[in-house]
T-cell receptor
């Protein structure tokens, strides 16, 4: 079974600074997908970024980027130019691709990020 | 498009009561899932469905029933509520080829 570990329960960062959230996972699969979801106080789950394991290039979405290290089974999220609106819980998640006995997402326990003015 | 809708948004039950959490989607997605979110635990999968008429258990299925008679709806039933089922419940959908899940707004359930 796949597991996802987020070792930082809480983090804080000054506005406009850069912060990195860590995520490691355990799987015997070679092909899979990784995601970062954001959950602000509104409770809504919002997809931040996704990475396909077969792609070597790290995914980037505006101020959000990942450092995907497949051999190390590591998938960290970097937030640049942090903004107050980035304050939220962040969840790392793993998914096997379709047609491989697909089961939905496996989540880490989350990292609570506070952006300080 | 409404996306994924969940009703109710909040609910308080007494131990032993039954209820159904509703989830509906208008995106014609094949996959639908139910998760529960507890403090410090992340989201854990309760049940999921890969299409109408097909359901399967997730990590924490005990105490919950599901059925999927249509593509649009995936209700979650609590037959006899227990305080351990106090949680926030999320429904999610997924279109097969995209491997991305879309979440509803959640239902906060308290069992006294």
């Amino acid at each position: 079974a796949q597991t996802v570990t987020q070792s930082q329960p809480e983090m804080s960062v000054q506005e406009a600074e850069t912060v990195t959230l860590s995520c490691t996972y355990d799987t015997s699969e070679n092909n899979y997908y990784l995601f970062w979801y954001k959950q602000p106080p509104s409770r809504q789950m919002i997809l931040v970024i996704r990475q396909e394991a077969y792609k070597q290039q790290n995914a980037t979405e505006n101020r959000f980027s990942v450092n995907f290290q497949k051999a190390a089974k590591s998938f960290s999220l970097k937030i640049s130019d942090s903004q107050l609106g980035d304050t939220a819980m962040y969840f790392c998640a793993f998914m096997k691709p379709q047609g491989t006995g697909n089961t939905p997402l496996v989540f880490g326990k989350g990292t609570r990020l506070s952006v300080i003015a | 498009n409404a996306g994924v809708t969940q009703t109710p948004k909040f609910q308080v039950l007494k131990t032993g009561q039954s209820m159904t959490l509703q989830c509906a989607q208008d995106m014609n997605h094949e996959y639908m899932s139910w998760y529960r979110q507890d403090p410090g635990m992340g989201l854990r999968l309760i049940h999921y469905s890969v299409g109408a008429g097909i359901t399967d258990q997730g990590e924490v299925p005990n105490g919950y029933n599901v059925s999927r008679s249509t593509t649009e709806d995936f209700p979650l039933r609590l037959l006899s509520a227990a305080p351990s089922q106090t949680s926030v419940y999320f429904c999610a959908t997924q279109r097969g080829s995209y491997n991305e899940q879309f979440f509803g707004p959640g239902t906060r359930l308290t069992v006294l």
